[in-house]
Structures are given as structure tokens and as C-alpha cells.
């Protein structure tokens, strides 16, 4: 029901999600000989600006993890069916987290070595992060704030259930 607080903070948690697939996620520049190039790496894969190559498409995931926080606002009716939706979205979106944060951390020095040995000089890589790095941890209290209510009205209707 919309009146519940954990629909508002699944359909949160579900803005968050689909909204990744339409901002970057990293924005990885490239200094080589006075020549810099800018790569985009969002929901789409990565991709150069000046080729039309996208590589590990990632939408169908971020697609996915949505549909889960949907399904979690859709399954009000049943509550241990809600929580375990719930959960299994919230520990989906965990791993992505993570994935995003080890990659930000051992990323470029992975991507210097490749290109290093591709050219046999040194290149310069810095990465920024877009917004899409940051959604997917907004989305990750929501879900939270979403099973803590879920857990609320659980022990309402229990208490409920022992007045009569």
C-alpha cells in the first residue's frame, strides 16, 4: 500500500537504480603525448567518444536490480515475500557497490600497466567519478530504511494477532 513508509523508501531505492542507467558512472582521461582523451564508462559499457564500441553492457543489471525494488513496492500483500525481495536486492546491489569500489581503487593502476605495454611509454590515466558511482550507494539506505519497515509492520500484526 502507498500509504506504508517502506513503499516510499523501495520506490527511492528504485528512482536511484533506474537512474544509473542514464548517468556515467566513471569518467576515465587519458594524457599521451599532449593528447587527451576522455572515456565514459556508464550502464552502457565503455565507450570512446570518438568510436561507437561499447564493451560490458551493464543495463540489463542496473534493469534487473530496478525491477527487484519494484517488485518489493508490488508484493505489499505479503510481507515475508516483500523482506526477502527486499533482501536479495539489497545484497544485489552490495555486490555492484563493491565491484564499483574495487575498480575505482585497483582500476587505474591495472589500466596504466595495459596501456603502458601497448604503447612502451608512460600515459597519465585520472579517473572521476560520475553520478551513477554515487546513486548506487543512495539506493543502498533506502533498502535499508525500506527492511527496517517491513520488520515494523511484521511485528505490528503480530502484536495484533495476540489481542485476540
Known amino acids: 500500500m502507498l500509504q ?17 542507467i542514464f548517468f556515467p558512472i566513471f569518467y576515465v582521461t587519458t594524457n599521451y603525448m599532449s593528447e587527451t582523451n576522455e ?3 556508464d550502464a552502457y559499457g565503455l565507450s570512446i567518444p570518438e568510436t561507437d564500441e561499447g564493451y560490458l553492457p551493464l543495463y540489463v543489471g542496473f ?15 505479503s510481507r515475508k515475500k516483500q523482506i526477502l525481495v527486499v533482501r536479495i536486492s539489497l545484497i544485489l ?23 603502458t605495454e601497448l604503447v612502451n611509454e608512460n600515459i597519465d590515466i585520472s579517473f572521476k567519478y560520475g553520478v551513477g558511482y554515487y546513486l548506487i550507494f543512495v539506493s543502498i539506505p533506502f ?4 527492511i527496517r519497515g517491513i520488520r515494523a509492520d511484521e511485528k505490528l500484526v503480530k502484536s495484533l494477532d495476540r489481542i485476540r
Open 4 to 20: 506504508r513508509i517502506q513503499t516510499v523508501y523501495l520506490l527511492l531505492a528504485f528512482v536511484c537504480t533506474t537512474a544509473i
Open 39 to 41: 572515456i565514459v564508462f
Open 63 to 77: 534493469i534487473i536490480l530496478a525491477l527487484l525494488n519494484f517488485l518489493g513496492v508490488l508484493l505489499f500483500k
Open 93 to 115: 546491489h552490495i555486490l555492484v557497490a563493491l565491484s564499483f569500489l574495487l575498480f575505482a581503487l585497483f582500476g587505474k593502476p591495472i589500466l596504466m600497466e595495459n596501456m
Open 143 to 146: 533498502l535499508l530504511l525500506a
